[in-house]
C-alpha cells in the first residue's frame, strides 16, 4: 500500500521546537521528501532523505529511518513565519511519482 | 533555479464551460505534472507526462484530459466543467536524470466553476 500518515494539526510557541512525525508503507519507496506550504501559495523543496539518518539544514532537520517507514521533520527556534502546512510525501521507485500526506498544519503562537 | 509557472492565479468559469490550464518550466525536465488540492484531501495526481505526447493517469483523471506537445508545456483540460472540480490546480515538474525525484510546484491555479 501507499498510505502515508501525519498529524492534521499541531499547534507550538514561538522559539520552541517541534517535532512533525511522517509514517509511510515502505513498498517501493524511493526517499522521502518534505515540503512546506503556505496558505494560498505552492509546496516549496525543503528536504530530501534517502538514506536513514538525519540531515540537518538550519534550523530545519529531516530524519529517516528506512526499517520502520518512519520521519519527522525538526523544527527549531520556531518563527512566526514557520506557520505553515508541512507536506510529507513518499517517492516510488522507477516512476518519479511522489505520494504525499494530507499535511500537518503548524500554528506557530507567540 | 527551476522556475514552474501556471497562466492564472485565479479562474471562474461556469458550469459546462471547456477550461484550459497551462504550466511551463524553464529548466528542461523531463516529467511533468498536474495535481488538484483540496481541503481534507491533501494532494492529488490527475494526470502526469515522462516525455513529449506521453502521459499516464494519475489518482483521479476522469473529467480532465493533458496535452503534451513541448517538453517545457503541460496543459490540462477540463472538457466540461462541473462545480465539483472547483479546486486548487497544482502543475509540478522534476528531473527524469538521477535518483532524486524533487518535484518544483508552480504557483497554482484557483478554480471556480459557477
Known amino acids: 500500500g501507499q498510505n502515508i500518515d501525519q498529524p492534521t494539526e499541531m499547534t507550538a510557541t514561538e522559539g520552541a521546537i517541534v517535532q512533525i512525525n511522517c509514517t509511510y508503507q515502505t513498498s517501493g519507496f524511493n526517499g522521502l521528501f518534505w515540503y512546506q506550504q503556505h496558505a494560498g501559495e505552492a509546496p516549496t523543496f525543503l528536504s530530501y532523505?534517502?538514506?536513514?539518518g538525519l540531515e540537518e539544514k538550519g534550523r530545519f532537520s529531516s530524519f529517516l529511518s528506512r526499517s520502520k517507514g518512519y520521519s519527522y521533520l525538526l523544527l527549531k527556534e520556531l518563527q512566526m513565519k514557520d506557520s505553515a502546512s508541512y507536506l510529507c510525501?513518499?517517492?516510488?521507485?522507477?516512476?518519479?511519482?511522489?505520494?504525499f500526506g494530507q499535511g500537518t498544519t503548524l500554528q506557530v503562537k507567540p | 533555479d527551476v522556475k514552474v509557472t501556471q497562466s492564472s492565479r485565479y479562474l471562474v468559469k461556469r458550469t459546462g464551460e471547456k477550461v484550459f490550464l497551462e504550466c511551463v518550466q524553464d529548466m528542461d525536465h523531463e516529467n511533468m505534472f498536474w495535481y488538484r488540492q483540496d481541503p481534507g484531501l491533501g494532494l492529488r495526481l490527475i494526470y502526469f507526462?515522462?516525455?513529449?505526447?506521453?502521459?499516464e493517469k494519475g489518482d483521479i483523471p476522469e473529467g480532465y484530459s493533458v496535452s503534451r506537445e513541448k517538453k517545457e508545456r503541460f496543459s490540462l483540460i477540463l472538457e466540461s466543467a462541473s462545480t465539483n472540480q472547483t479546486s486548487m490546480y497544482l502543475c509540478?515538474?522534476?528531473?527524469?536524470?538521477?535518483?532524486?525525484?524533487?518535484?518544483?510546484f508552480g504557483p497554482g491555479t484557483r478554480l471556480t466553476v459557477l
Open positions: 509540478a515538474s522534476s528531473t527524469a536524470q538521477g535518483v532524486e525525484d524533487t518535484q518544483y
Open positions: 510525501a513518499m517517492g516510488r521507485v522507477n516512476t518519479g511519482k511522489l505520494i
Open positions: 507526462s515522462y516525455d513529449v505526447k506521453m502521459k
Open positions: 532523505n534517502v538514506l536513514d
